[in-house]
């Protein structure tokens, strides 16, 4: 097991991305994020070896930006052959307020700089979508969900960081673009669509949340899920699946895993959800009230052997915030394995998939300066 360790107050890992191969040598490499860190508090980002050797560092530009809340590498963008790393700063304050800027590396240097609307928060989630614009490079679905009228998701194109196509929330001071993941074909064109996390969105005078499942080629909705227990922030996390229920469309979840008082966080909820109709297939529910049960889900591969990838929850409020992992079947939901954190590190903050296992934060480990860890299945 790989271990990287973050420096004091930093908060390493608090989002990032599915290792890919950025020296060239055949092996994937870690990139993360420490959002506080850095000379005087403008953030940083490194790559790693699956070792834990230093490959790459970015400095932050903006004070309290939070330059590494989010990194992540993702396919050459540049035609050097090597991957590339994408970084932001959601509270960027620049061109006369705060905007949020995503930022595209490569090996000798910053490709493109994406800049937010004023008080967007740009970047406050990022994901890989895949080449929807047909150019042959990767594109990006982008949250910005901190403006209060009406948060937004993007589109943007992996070549220069241009929008491609803008989604807008409904609800108002809902954190639409919260999280965002790309999902299955749901209408039928041909390209995989989105799905978009709302937390905060207030439906019937309650702040039930909501997730929009809305189409990648025009941004118009196709249905939207709304949670059922008010502030347990539904939709806050979500990851796709394959189609577990065999209707031909591919399915999600989506976590409602409280705690939005840290005073009374109260029970937790993971929902498996069909793609196709947005109702739900299956309920889990954590062990301990307040573990934060589902505040990360990530698909990794198919550990059971039923030709389904499967899920992986965090829970890294459990056991006075040990935090652990647990692995599930997607198809039949049996507890597959579980890993414990120790020492209040909030093991699961964050988790993403590797080869044969999966890489995972520990945001409050060591005076807060956060770790890494890759696991791997033997």
């Known amino acids: 097991m790989a271990h990287i360790d973050g420096t004091a107050g930093g908060e390493l890992g608090f989002r990032f991305g599915e290792p890919l191969d950025l020296d060239g040598d055949g092996i994937v490499d870690v990139v993360g994020g420490e959002r506080r860190g850095g000379p005087s508090g403008f953030g940083e980002a490194g790559a790693w070896t699956e070792l834990g050797v230093q490959l790459a560092h970015w400095d932050g530009e903006y004070l309290d930006g939070l330059f590494g809340h989010i990194a992540l590498a993702v396919p050459d963008l540049d035609g050097d052959g090597l991957a590339d790393v994408i970084v932001s700063a959601p509270n960027a304050v620049l061109d006369g307020g705060p905007r949020g800027i995503v930022d595209a590396y490569g090996a000798h240097g910053r490709i493109w700089r994406a800049t937010g609307a004023l008080y967007d928060g740009l970047g406050w989630h990022i994901a890989r ?23 937004h998701v993007y589109l943007l194109s992996g070549r220069d960081g241009h929008v491609l196509v803008t989604i807008g929330g409904t609800h108002g001071s809902d ?44 941004g118009l909705p196709i249905r939207e899920i709304i949670g059922d227990i008010p502030d347990h922030l539904f939709g806050q996390m979500l990851a796709p699946l394959d189609d577990v229920d065999g209707d031909g469309i591919a399915d999600l979840v989506i976590a409602a895993p409280g705690g939005k008082v840290e005073a009374a966080p109260g029970s937790s909820e993971v929902n ?13 529910t954590g062990i301990e009230d307040g573990e934060l049960y589902g505040r990360m889900l990530a698909t990794i591969d198919d550990l059971d052997g039923d030709g389904f990838r499967d899920l992986a929850i965090g829970s890294p409020w459990w056991h006075g915030r040990d ?18 954190g120790v020492d209040q590190g909030w093991f699961g903050w ?22 890494i860890e890759v696991h791997e299945f033997r």
Not at 177 to 202: C, F, M, R, S
């Open 129 to 151: 979508a895949g080449d929807l614009d047909g150019d042959g490079l990767e594109d990006l679905w982008v949250g910005a969900p901190s403006n209060p009228s009406q948060g």
């Open 175 to 218: 954190q639409f673009g919260w999280y965002v993941v790309p999902i299955g074909d749901l209408d039928g064109d041909g390209k995989n669509d989105v799905a978009i996390g709302a937390p905060a969105a207030t439906i019937g005078g309650a702040e039930r949340g909501a997730v929009t499942l809305a189409s990648s080629a025009t």
């Open 272 to 284: 498996i959800i069909s793609g196709a109709t947005g109702k739900r297939l299956h309920l889990l």
């Open 323 to 340: 935090g652990r992992i647990e692995i599930r079947s997607s198809r039949s939901l049996a507890l597959l394995a579980e890993v414990r």
């Open 350 to 371: 964050h988790i993403t998939r590797i080869a044969g296992g999966f890489v995972a934060s520990k945001l409050h480990a060591n005076a807060d300066a956060g770790a």
